[in-house]
């Protein structure tokens, strides 16, 4: 468990526990997706590189995503954990449950986005792009569409979404921190 006991720490999505009819939601970068040219430092490498030339907050943050990007399109994706996603997918099938992708990437940003997990062998997906929106008032929207489902899992490297989601949904949500890290 993590110091707040908010959420679990896993290296290994074989970890997961999951309930009969949950709806389980993962993160796309640095928890399925990694890639090979760069790091999960990358982006907040940038950010740190432009914070210390200039002032303005959204030309900080659209410069380094400018640059997150150009990575990103040029990149090679691989499983940040094949092995055990193929486990808990089989795990979800075999307790009527449902699995999703939420991301702070872009819709525009989707060809790629598809292609990339298609890449890494996920073919079956729904996926919901938010644009850096907040992961918990989104899910709390999306999550009326689906009254079948009792319990809810969500997968997130980045402890601020889980935080959001924690915010959003209280206990009502199991939280899984996914804290495999690669070096390139
Ligand atoms: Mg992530």
Not at 66 to 80: C, L, S, Y
Not at 81 to 102: A, P, Q, V, W
Not at 128 to 137: F, I, P, Q
């Amino acid at each position: 468990m993590s110091i707040s006991g908010k959420f679990k720490q896993i290296k290994t999505f074989a970890d997961i526990v999951v309930s009969p009819k949950t709806l389980v939601v993962f993160d796309i970068d640095d928890t399925v997706i990694g890639y090979k040219e760069f790091s999960h430092t990358y982006f907040g490498d940038r950010l740190q590189h432009y914070k210390e030339r200039y002032d303005c907050s959204k030309m900080i943050l659209d410069f380094a995503l400018d640059d997150w990007i150009t990575k990103v399109k040029t990149g090679t994706p691989f499983h940040m954990d094949k092995n055990g996603y193929t486990r808990l997918i089989n795990t979800i099938h075999e307790t009527d449950s449902h699995y999703m992708f939420m991301t702070a990437r872009n819709p525009l940003f989707r060809d790629t986005t598809e292609d990339h997990l298609e890449k890494i062998g996920i073919i079956n997906r729904q996926v919901h792009y938010l644009a850096g929106a907040n992961k918990g008032e989104f899910l709390k929207n999306i999550i009326k569409k689906y009254p079948q489902y009792d319990k809810l899992i969500f997968i997130d490297d980045m402890e601020k979404n889980l935080n959001d989601l924690h915010l959003a949904f209280g206990n009502k949500i199991d939280l899984y921190h996914f804290v495999k890290k690669y070096s390139i």
